[in-house]
T-cell receptor, first 113, second 114 residues
Framework: KAGVTQTPRYLIKTRGQQVTLSCSPI?????VSWYQQTPGQGLQFLFE???????NKGNFPGRFSGRQFSNSRSEMNVSTLELGDSALYLC????????????FGQGTRLTVV | AQKVTQAQTEISVVEKEDVTLDCVYE???????LFWYKQPPSGELVFLIR????DEQNEISGRYSWNFQKSTSSFNFTITASQVVDSAVYFC???????????WGAGTKLIIKP
């Protein structure tokens, strides 16, 4: 069974640009969550989608957005990039209930210069 | 408010020593779920264990064991006879039925020296 696939693995962008990250969950999983990981702030929740609906959103500015498609694949977009957006972005796949474990992709390392 | 505290920022031990990673959580929910994940240098978070709030039975899996105590709101993780391959950052996390996100501790960096 294939794991969680995140693309691209590495990305370098310039301040002010926008970026789109992609996540393909485990087959059969309907929930996709996104997390930002930085040395200073640790792991922070961005948002969670279940069957194309956003069920929860973290405390991030509106520049961060996401969506989920009917095949459960998800994308997150960051517009007007800032230096502070440099981070490892992790996608988690799960069946969707709180009592189930989430499985993570290898992440996308975004560097903003 | 929900919160997870991993007070140990970094632990360094010599191979074959036993080591315990501490995790203390806060939640007002009566039903909740606790998790441990391992993050090796490659970056991917690897699931280790899930424990439900209504199941305080401790668990052992090979050299790994977990001690869940509701009375002290702790969910500690012990590695017996540590090995160099255990070197990683370990995260404790909390989830509730009222929520759809994992609440993470700051992580404990474990260094196992040969």
């Amino acid at each position: 069974k294939a794991g969680v696939t995140q693309t691209p693995r590495y990305l370098i962008k310039t301040r002010g640009q926008q970026v789109t990250l992609s996540c393909s969950p485990i087959s059969g999983h309907r929930s996709v969550s996104w997390y930002q990981q930085t040395p200073g702030q640790g792991l922070q929740f961005l948002f969670e989608y279940f069957s194309e609906t956003q069920r929860n959103k973290g405390n991030f500015p509106g520049r961060f957005s996401g969506r989920q498609f009917s095949n459960s694949r998800s994308e997150m977009n960051v517009s007007t990039l800032e230096l502070g957006d440099s981070a490892l972005y992790l996608c988690a796949s799960s069946p969707g209930q709180a009592n189930t474990e989430a499985f993570f992709g290898q992440g996308t390392r975004l560097t903003v210069v | 408010a929900q919160k997870v505290t991993q007070a140990q920022t970094e632990i360094s031990v010599v191979e074959k020593e036993d080591v315990t990673l501490d995790c203390v959580y806060e939640t007002r929910d009566t039903t909740y779920y606790l998790f441990w994940y391992k993050q090796p240098p490659s970056g991917e978070l690897v699931f280790l264990i899930r424990r439900n709030s209504f199941d305080e039975q401790n668990e052992i899996s090979g050299r790994y064991s977990w001690n869940f105590q509701k009375s002290t709101s702790s969910f500690n993780f012990t590695i017996t006879a540590s090995q160099v391959v255990d070197s990683a950052v370990y995260f404790c996390a909390l989830n509730m039925d009222s929520n759809y996100q994992l609440i993470w501790g700051a992580g404990t960096k474990l260094i196992i020296k040969p």
